[in-house]
């Protein structure tokens, strides 16, 4: 294992407002407000990536004694305590942990769904906390994707519909677009089933589409939260083997897993307990998952189970 890495160099001195942060809506609800408001911008022509792009010094993620903490009328929830991360460029990083630990809100913050309550967040070399709401909806919206465990698909609309929602905000030509989703959706196999609806598909099938949609706009980032809690082994499989297949083409991912084996296939695991990183592990797939690690993890897991 190697050592921990120490925190990263405080750049500038800047926190978010101290102010409480008054939960009115679900961050889940806020995702998918998100997602589907119906904001059209103009954009810039994007192309699926297909170039071989290495892993890169430069973070694409950078975050310095972040915290966040959830208050409603009863209790006060500290979500992330004092985090500090780095996630270079093209780097596939798996997040582990009991349920409750923070990981999801970890996510909602990075995809700027959640501001945090103190700390900095960099993206991409810029920092969050002086952009203003519309200039994050934007950054958002031309850099991230997002895969969630519960597929999060329109049932309304037809497989190729639900993969052209992210475009719909890049302000591409009709015809652009026709063809960013045919090639989103022969990366993810689902090129024959563009008319049916999600509710003709198989769970695997649903997340196939939903990875579709994630990279359709070829983001930077893809956040994926338990992309393969709601799937059998072969469909979670299958999903690993896309996440890594979008790695190779230069994506950063940053995925949230309870199985130890899809960790395993990261270049690193970030563990979290009660807010904070509990240690920084790399497991990458050539050498298999560190033993000491998967039985601290068991260990974990079934005390999270009792
Ligand atoms: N909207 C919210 N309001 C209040 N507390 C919340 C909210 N969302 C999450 N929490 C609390 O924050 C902690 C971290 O939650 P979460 O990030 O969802 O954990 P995980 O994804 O690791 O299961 C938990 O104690 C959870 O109850
Ligand atoms: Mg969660």
């Not at 990981?103 to 810029?126: C, H, R």
């Not at 709401?133 to 999060?152: P, S, T």
């Not at 706009?217 to 939260?225: F, R, S, T, V």
Request: aromatic fraction near 4%.
């Amino acid at each position: 294992m190697k050592d921990l890495p120490t925190s990263p160099p405080v750049i500038e001195q800047h926190i978010f407002s101290q102010k409480t942060q008054q939960i009115a809506i679900s961050p889940h609800q806020k995702i998918l407000n998100s997602l589907f408001s119906n904001t059209f911008m103009v954009g810039t022509s994007l192309a699926i990536a297909l170039d071989n792009k290495s892993i890169e010094e430069h973070p694409v993620i950078k975050l310095v004694n972040l915290c966040m903490v959830y208050r409603t009328a009863y209790m006060e929830t500290m979500a992330l305590d004092d985090i500090n991360l780095h996630i270079r460029k093209g780097e596939f990083v798996a997040v582990m942990g009991p349920s409750g630990c923070g990981k999801s809100t970890l996510l909602n913050i990075v995809g700027m769904i959640d501001t945090p309550a103190s700390g900095e967040y960099w993206f991409d070399g810029q920092e969050i906390a002086k952009r203003s709401e519309n200039a994050l909806v934007d950054l958002r919206k031309r850099n991230i994707g997002f895969i969630f465990q519960n597929f999060n698909l329109i049932d309304d609309l037809s497989v190729a519909e639900n993969v052209d929602l992210p475009l719909l905000y890049l302000g591409l030509s009709r015809g652009e677009r026709k063809q960013k989703v045919a090639e989103a959706l022969a990366l993810v196999g689902l090129e024959n089933r563009a008319r049916h609806k999600p509710q003709e598909l198989s769970g695997g099938q649903q997340q196939r589409v939903a990875v579709a949609r994630s990279v359709v706009g070829n983001p930077k980032l893809i956040l994926a939260d338990e992309p393969t809690g709601n799937l059998d082994t072969k469909n979670g499989d299958d999903v690993m083997q896309m996440l890594a297949m979008l790695k190779s083409r230069g994506t950063t991912i940053l995925m949230v897993t309870h199985s130890p084996e899809h960790g395993a296939r990261a270049d690193r695991i970030i563990y979290m307990l009660d807010g904070r990183i509990d240690a920084r592990i790399d497991a990458r797939v050539d050498t298999g998952v560190d033993t000491r690690i998967d039985a601290r993890l068991e260990g974990r897991m079934l005390g999270e189970a009792q």
